[in-house]
């Protein structure tokens, strides 16, 4: 599914066997042009903890929610863009990756009631190269916002 505005949710697939299952997360041939993954990272979330919200300037992230069951929600933070705000339950009753790109607002929250795992490949180095840059992040959630996950 795409979106307007450049976020791109696209629903994952498994194929399974006697062995178990495998999941494609992304493929090259399937990204928007100009977005490539550099790093990756996993995350575990606990029961009812959110992550976010938050924005960044000039990453965008890629999300693969396959496990567990995340509340996901985006908000239009970007100049020039009517607003819109989404909701989604993503996670392994219904595996999505989503593209997040800069200045859209995001958060989840663990919905399940046990620890859960995301991946994300975002198109920058958190902090940058050697980790000598400031980290591009807006934090939502420590400040007043319109942006919450409540």
Same mark, same amino acid.
């Given at each position: ?16 066997? $006697? ?10 041939? @399937? ?18 903890? $959110? ?89 939502? @959630?420590?400040?007043? $916002? ?5």
């Amino acid at each position: 599914m795409h979106l307007p505005y450049g976020v791109v949710i696209r629903n994952l697939k498994s194929f399974q066997d $006697s062995r178990g299952h495998l999941t494609e997360l992304f493929r090259s041939d @399937e990204l928007p042009d100009g977005f490539f993954p550099e790093m990756a990272y996993i995350s575990v979330t606990h029961p009812g903890i $959110s992550r976010g919200p938050h924005e960044h300037t000039h990453q965008s992230d890629l999300f693969a929610f396959v496990d567990g069951a995340y509340e996901l929600r985006l908000w239009e933070n970007r100049e020039g863009y009517e607003p819109w705000e989404l909701k989604l339950v993503v996670g392994q009753d219904n595996p999505c990756a989503v593209i997040v790109p800069p200045g859209v607002v995001h958060g989840y929250k663990n919905i399940g009631d046990r620890d859960a795992y995301v991946l994300n490949f975002p198109d920058k180095l958190y902090a940058g190269k050697g980790r000598s840059e400031p980290v591009d992040e807006i934090r939502h @959630e420590e400040i007043n $916002s319109p942006f919450s996950m409540d």
